[in-house]
C-alpha cells in the first residue's frame, strides 16, 4: 500500500491561445479570454514513472494534477485479447478494461472507467477548496463519485435524471453527506446538467466541471498510459463509445505527453469513437465535417435518448465545438465516428462475453461492435496495434457476489423548476 503522497507539479495551458498559468486550486478556464477554450496541465514530470499496482490509479499520479492519494482505488488493467483477437484476425488487439475483473488485477467497485475521473477530482480537492461538489450524470459517473466521496468524507450532490436511477446501485450503502436529486421522468442527461448548472450558481455550491476539469480528463487518459505502458508503445488505433466526447479528448492528450515522454513512438493513434443509434449528435455533425452541433429538437433528443440500449452515451451538450474538444482531436488524430444500433451493441457484448469471459457495459459494447464493424468493413489494418477501451463491465458478476443496495432521490424535480423551489429543497437537504 502506497504510504507517501507528494502534490504533483504543473502549470495550467489554454488550448486556444498557448497561454501558461498556475493552477489556484480549483481553475476550470482561462482568465482573461473570450473564445471558449479547454485547458490543459502541462506537467513537470515529462516522462511517466509508473508506481507498482498498491497504489491504484496513483500509479500514474505523476500525470494526474492531484494533490493527495485517496484509499480504494483501482487502475484499469490491459492485457493482449486472445479469443476475440483471434475471431476478428486481429494480430495486436489490446484491450483495456475499466471494472471489475479480480483476475485482471482490476477491482473497481462500480464497474465503470468512471472512476478513474472520480478519484482523479476528489483528488484534486484540497482542504481549503469549501463548498458541496455538484456533479450532473446518466448513470456511471454518479455512482462513481458516490463512491469515492461516501468513502472519503466528501460533500457531495448528484443530479440524475429519474429514469436512469437504476444506474444508482452499490456494493454497500451510501453515507449521508452524498444527496441525490433527479429530474423528472422523460427527461434526460442534458436535463440533469441544465439543473445542475443552476445549482453551481449558488453559494456554497462548486462546480464539478465536467469536460472542463483536467482532473477528470487525465484521469480518463489513464486507460491510453495503461495500454502503452503494457504494450510499450502507443497504439495505432484507439475503439471507445462517447456521450460527451471527454473519454476520447483525453486520449488524444495522454497520447500527446506520451509523445514528449518519447519512449513509446511518435504517431498520433486514430480515434475511432462511436455512439449508439438514433441518438447520434457528434455522428452527425463529424459525417458533416461541421464544428458545431447541428440543430436538434429538445423532444426528439429525448425521444432518440429513450431508445438508446447506452444511456450513458446520451449527452446533448458534448465537449465537441470548444477549442480542444473532440472535434479538434479528431482533426489532428484521424479516425471516424460510427454508428452502432442496439442490436449490433447486444451481439458485441454476447461476443465479448464469450471470447474474452467477461460482461460488459451497454456503453463499452457500442465501442466493442464498432471494432467488430470497422474490422469487418476492411477500414482496419490487422496487423496494427489496436486499443479497445472496455469502459465498463463486470457488473453482472458483482451482483452475483454482493448483496446490492440502490440510492433512492432526497427529491425530484420538474424539468423547470424554478430557482426558489430548488433554493429551498437545498436548504432542507444541507442544513
Known sequence: MATEFLPTQYLLQSVKTGQEFIDKGWTLDAPNEKDPTLIRAVYEEVQ?????????????????PVDRYLNGSSAPATYKSEGLAKHLGLKNLYITFSGYWPEKG?????????ETESYSVCGRLTSDIKGVLVVASAGNTARAFARVCSDNQIPLLLVVPEDNLDA????????????????????????????????SCLPGFLAEGGARNIARRDGMGTTVLSAAHFIGRIPDYYF??????????AAYEANQRLLVDGRFGNHIMKLM????????????????????????????????????????LSN????YPIAGGLYDCMKDAGGDVIAITNQEAAEAAQLFEKMEGNDIHPAAAVAAASLIKEVNSGNVDKDAFIMLNITGGGEQRI???????YLQPNHI???????KEIQDVLKKLFS
Not at 482490476?106 to 468512471?114: A, E, Q
Not at 455512439?275 to 423532444?299: G, I, T
Not at 446533448?316 to 465537449?319: C, I, L, N
Open 48 to 64: 511517466l514513472n509508473v508506481k507498482d499496482e498498491s497504489w491504484g490509479i496513483f500509479r500514474f499520479a505523476d500525470w494526474l
Open 106 to 114: 482490476v477491482t473497481m467497485r462500480t464497474c465503470s472507467f468512471k
Open 168 to 199: 444508482l446501485w452499490f456494493d454497500e450503502p451510501i453515507k449521508s453527506h452524498v444527496k441525490l436529486i433527479s429530474t423528472r421522468k422523460g427527461s434526460d442527461y442534458f436535463d440533469a446538467i441544465h439543473l445542475s448548472n443552476k445549482i
Open 240 to 249: 471507445q463509445a462517447v456521450g460527451s466526447g471527454t473519454g476520447a479528448i
Open 273 to 312: 469513437v462511436s455512439q449508439n443509434a438514433p441518438f447520434l449528435p457528434m455522428y452527425n455533425a463529424w459525417k458533416a465535417d461541421s464544428r458545431q452541433m447541428l440543430p436538434l429538437d429538445d423532444d426528439l433528443a429525448r425521444h432518440q435518448v429513450e431508445e438508446i440500449v447506452a444511456k450513458v
Open 316 to 319: 446533448r451538450w458534448p465537449a
Open 399 to 405: 451482483k452475483k457476489e454482493k448483496e446490492i443496495v
Open 413 to 419: 424535480f420538474e424539468i423547470d423548476a424554478p430557482t
